[in-house]
């Protein structure tokens, strides 16, 4: 019995898409419970770990003696277990099926706590994602394992060795094909998540990865930064020599990126075109700067046939970068933070590297009068639909100009804050006019709808590249403090700041204004009301910042009366 598990050790099966191993000696060890009790159980355990560590000896020693102790916690509890509940040694019966069962359950149960445990302890992995991992990953095949042992059961009972012998020519078949299957699904993820020309991963597994770096630096603090880049004057070079000598060029590029990050756990993706990604966790935005520069001077020094017809006489790239920040919710936003970057690299003269939010990006003096009749035309539509809204959103861009020179923004978090309150109800426009201007109290369903037109307008923004960077104030100026507002339930600082005072102004607005479906507040009213739901609806600093503005602004309104 310790040779077979130690034959079922040597022949596991990876799983997909992981390749976790797992073994079938669990098997042995559950048949010899059922069989034979806890004392041969644990025998048969003692001889085939000392097999294993005479065959392994050295640096897996430790790791030997870890899985003896967790198998002995497993199989000791599995054998109290099955006794407890009437189990009986020797053959396989109906029953008891209870016992067997609970038996397997437990140890099941035992064996995922425990590795979770210890990969918590040793390796420093989040308790939860590693069970649920774990989980997803193997419980199908685990409980084909437990299953298998019942099999065993049986034939070792009744057929002896030959029963055995059986058992260990069907396990190691099953190793065998899932080697070949596991083989197989590899040359499968590889041909679908690699670019076939440069070699260097798809557009789609960017994705992927970006997601999970993002969710992962989300709960362990650890900073992740994404950079954009394009080869400068590309067009120019595919013209004069031809697509092939770009394309040859292309993958010289990505060579380069492939060798200069080899030893890094940075993921170099091809974007699309001559563009390409540089997915780089536990990189913050000055360290990411510090190798996009480095790299870009290492291309400039890169010598390709060609070359010299590029208006600085090298190769370049331009190159956006854009760290993540607990406010960024989606994947989307990071990539557009980045790729604004990228533009202003381009618009700058190329050759450069330029990080979003850094100072020089600031800086720039953006007119944005244009962007405010842009909006302002859309928000005509509706004159004929719902007047209030058109003047609640004025009102609203008016409080959000003052609160911006409050808040010292600089330029470009002005614009997006003025501009995303102009904007912020536009998905209203997608709401049936009966229910904008209902005079009753709107039904439960007719709540509902209203509530998606955070939704619309974030979709009606996202088609319009100049106004891409306004969605979050569209989609999440209903958002509460406390999470328990909508669409997503962010609470606290997962709602981007400037965000939490937008819903302060608007919510101060829609008190103080005349609406349909509630009663109209004074502005001390309104102020007891903000006060009343700051901590709870409102982030309470900005709140009573903005009390102060309200109070300060009557004060001075009402001394220019007088």
């Known amino acids: 019995m310790a040779g077979a598990a130690v034959i079922l050790t040597v022949f596991t099966f990876q ?14 060890y559950l048949a010899c419970i059922f069989i034979f009790g806890l004392s041969f159980t644990l025998m048969v355990l003692l001889l085939s770990s000392l097999v294993l560590l005479l065959l392994e000896w050295g640096s897996t020693a430790g790791k030997h003696i870890n899985n003896f102790s967790i198998y002995c916690i497993m199989i000791a509890s599995a054998s109290f277990i099955f006794t407890a509940l009437g189990g009986m040694q020797g053959p396989l019966l109906s029953s008891h099926l209870e016992a067997y069962v609970s038996a397997m359950a437990v140890y099941f149960i035992l064996n995922t706590l425990l ?26 095949a685990y409980a084909c394992t437990l299953v298998l042992s019942l099999v065993l059961t049986i034939l070792l009972y009744h057929n002896h060795m030959v029963g055995l012998g059986l058992f260990l020519c069907l396990s ?18 590889e041909r679908f998540n690699r670019d076939p020309r440069t070699g260097l991963f798809t557009h789609s597994y960017f994705e992927q990865a970006l997601e999970e770096e993002m969710s992962s630096s989300k709960i ?93 006489g090298c190769l370049a790239f331009s190159a956006g970068i854009a760290a993540y920040q607990p406010d960024v919710h989606f994947k989307s936003e990071l990539v557009d933070h980045a790729d604004q970057a990228l533009y202003y690299a381009k618009k700058q ?42 003047k609640h959103s ?29 904007i ?18 709107l039904s439960l369903e007719e709540w509902e709808m209203v509530k998606w037109h955070v939704t619309w307008g974030k979709e009606m923004a996202l088609t319009n590249e100049k106004f891409k960077d306004l969605a979050p104030y569209i989609e999440l ?40 479906y509630q009663p109209t507040k004074s502005f001390k009213e309104a102020v007891v009301e903000l006060r009343a739901c700051a901590g709870s609806q409102f982030d309470p600093e900005l709140t009573e910042l903005f009390i102060r503005y309200i109070e300060k602004r009557e004060v001075c309104g009402s001394e220019a009366a007088i």
């Open 349 to 390: 003269g190329k050759n450069l590297v330029h990080t979003y939010g850094s100072q020089s990006l600031l800086e720039q003096d953006i007119d944005f009068s244009q962007d405010v009749r842009d909006i302002e035309q859309q928000l005509n539509l509706f004159m004929y639909k719902d007047l209030e809204t058109f």
């Open 115 to 140: 590795i979770g445990f210890y990969y918590y302890v040793v390796f420093h992995k989040n308790l939860y994602n590693t069970l649920k991992g774990m989980l997803t990953d193997t419980i199908l």
């Open 477 to 516: 100026h209903h958002e509460r403090y406390d999470g328990k507002g909508y669409p997503y339930g962010f609470k606290g600082d997962e709602i981007p700041r400037l965000c939490r005072m937008l819903t302060i102004i608007d919510s101060f607005d829609a008190m103080t204004t005349e609406r349909p």
């Open 172 to 189: 190691i078949l099953i190793s065998y094909s899932f080697k070949r299957l596991f083989s197989m699904y590899r040359d499968i993820e």
């Open 394 to 422: 004025k009102r609203v861009f008016r409080y959000a100009m003052d609160i911006s020179e409050l808040l010292n923004l600089d330029t470009l978090s002005k614009r997006q804050f003025t501009l995303g309150a102009l």
């Open 424 to 441: 912020h109800d536009i998905g209203k426009l997608e709401i049936p006019w009966g229910i904008l201007n209902k005079k009753d109290k």
């Open 15 to 28: 799983l997909p898409p992981q390749g976790n191993g797992l073994s079938l000696d669990s098997s042995v």
């Open 220 to 312: 362990s603090g650890t900073a992740l930064s994404l950079a954009m880049i394009d080869i400068d004057d590309f067009k120019k070079y595919n013209d004069h020599f031809g697509h092939l000598k770009g394309d040859g060029l292309i993958v010289f590029l990505a060579e380069l990126l492939k060798r200069e990050t080899e030893n890094t756990n940075i993921i170099v993706s091809r974007y699309g075109g001559e563009e390409f990604t540089l997915l780089m966790p536990g990189y913050d935005a000055a360290a990411a700067r510090n190798f996009m520069e480095s790299l870009r001077r290492t291309l400039n020094h890169s010598r390709f046939e060609g070359s010299e017809i590029f208006p600085q």
